[in-house]
């Protein structure tokens, strides 16, 4: 199978300059900018408090939106670009709820949705808006029956679902989504032994978060050894990762940012998704799409990365 490099943007921060009141138009621009400028993709983080001040992002006192709201916001603002959460906290909603959501996302962007999933890290945004916080043991419990509850209803299966953690009488599913069979389901994390077996498993792509040089060469051959042990196609599972794009003044070129990417696709990434903290500037995503997505235009994974034009 040939797997086509491609570049999707990931919104890390909707601090902007106007305050709240632009939020939506600048929104709504960034999302005609990225498709105009040729990514394939457009994410946000599933967080309901900005991430902590240690990360660089500010802390809870910083905006931050609900991502599906928000994704569904996008799907008006755009027409092609696939559209995902990076990734949903497998704790926030109930996984009917969950997939119900995801569906409606898929139907109303005419067949783009990501269903991103993960078991979560961010305790203060849970306790701090009354959200239960599952041990980290339960919440990988609640996520395996989550892959498995959504692969249930968008098989068409209404049957009872009994398990340890969740029981849905009826887990009737209608309109069914637009994407065949169902919404790529997206798996983010690099844990070797539970993560990456989950991915091998149940879902169609991985996602490597901010890998350091030669990590993700190093999950993906743990990845593919678990495909290996569980009998499926390495290459039916479309590979990720999230790296950092910071095109201000100072930080880095967009020579650098073509060779950050280009080093993911050599160790073996399809699809890299990039966190640009300046994103509301519109010459940045046009920078982009003039000087860095074309260089990768025809590219495959694992290919040594081209040359600056």
């Given at each position: 199978?040939?797997h086509?490099?491609?570049?999707?943007?990931?919104?890390?921060?909707?601090?902007?300059?106007?305050?709240?009141?632009?939020?939506?138009?600048?929104?709504?621009?960034?999302?005609?900018?990225?498709?105009?400028?040729?990514?394939?993709?457009?994410?946000?983080?599933?967080?309901?408090?900005?991430?902590?001040?240690?990360?660089?992002?500010?802390?809870?006192?910083?905006?931050?939106?609900e991502?599906?709201t928000?994704?569904?916001?996008?799907?008006?603002a755009?027409q092609?670009?696939r559209?995902?959460?990076?990734?949903?906290?497998?704790?926030?909603?109930?996984?009917g709820?969950?997939?119900k959501?995801?569906?409606?996302?898929?139907?109303?962007?005419?067949?783009?949705?990501?269903?991103?999933?993960?078991?979560?890290w961010?305790?203060?945004?849970?306790?701090?808006?009354?959200?239960?916080?599952?041990?980290?043991r339960?919440?990988?419990?609640?996520?395996?029956?989550?892959?498995?509850?959504a692969?249930?209803?968008?098989?068409?299966?209404?049957d009872?679902?009994?398990?340890?953690?969740?029981?849905?009488?009826?887990?009737?599913?209608?309109?069914?989504?637009?994407?065949?069979?169902?919404?790529?389901?997206i798996?983010?994390?690099?844990?070797?032994?539970?993560?990456?077996?989950?991915?091998?498993?149940?879902?169609?792509?991985?996602?490597?978060?901010?890998?350091?040089?030669?990590?993700?060469?190093?999950?993906?051959a743990?990845?593919?050894?678990?495909?290996?042990?569980?009998?499926r196609?390495?290459?039916?599972?479309?590979?990720?990762?999230?790296?950092?794009?910071?095109?201000?003044?100072?930080?880095q070129s967009?020579?650098?940012?073509?060779?950050?990417?280009?080093?993911?696709?050599?160790?073996?990434?399809?699809?890299?998704?990039?966190?640009?903290?300046?994103?509301?500037v519109?010459?940045?995503?046009?920078?982009?799409?003039?000087?860095?997505?074309?260089?990768?235009a025809?590219?495959?994974?694992?290919?040594?990365?081209?040359?600056?034009?």
């Amino acid at each position: 199978m040939a797997h086509e490099v491609r570049i999707g943007l990931q919104l890390p921060s909707f601090t902007w300059p106007g305050g709240p009141e632009r939020i939506g138009p600048t929104l709504a621009e960034i999302g005609e900018a990225a498709e105009e400028a040729g990514f394939a993709s457009l994410w946000v983080m599933d967080h309901f408090f900005q991430l902590p001040a240690d990360t660089g992002w500010g802390g809870p006192e910083e905006p931050m939106l609900e991502a599906y709201t928000t994704l569904g916001f996008l799907a008006r603002a755009t027409q092609r670009i696939r559209l995902g959460a990076l990734v949903g906290g497998v704790h926030f909603r109930h996984p009917g709820l969950l997939v119900k959501t995801a569906t409606t996302l898929d139907v109303l962007s005419g067949g783009r949705a990501y269903f991103g999933i993960g078991a979560g890290w961010y305790e203060r945004e849970a306790v701090g808006l009354g959200v239960p916080w599952p041990a980290r043991r339960e919440r990988f419990e609640q996520l395996e029956e989550t892959l498995r509850i959504a692969r249930a209803m968008w098989s068409g299966d209404a049957d009872p679902i009994e398990g340890r953690h969740f029981r849905l009488a009826e887990p009737i599913g209608r309109p069914a989504p637009l994407s065949r069979p169902h919404p790529p389901i997206i798996i983010g994390g690099g844990g070797e032994r539970k993560t990456l077996r989950l991915v091998a498993q149940y879902a169609d792509a991985c996602n490597i978060l901010v890998p350091d040089r030669g990590e993700s060469r190093a999950k993906l051959a743990v990845l593919q050894r678990h495909c290996e042990e569980l009998g499926r196609p390495y290459d039916e599972i479309e590979t990720t990762s999230l790296i950092e794009v910071d095109l201000r003044s100072g930080r880095q070129s967009v020579t650098e940012a073509s060779e950050a990417i280009g080093a993911q696709v050599e160790e073996g990434i399809e699809h890299v998704i990039v966190n640009m903290p300046d994103a509301h500037v519109p010459e940045r995503l046009a920078a982009m799409g003039r000087e860095v997505i074309p260089r990768f235009a025809g590219a495959r994974r694992g290919e040594p990365a081209r040359a600056p034009a």
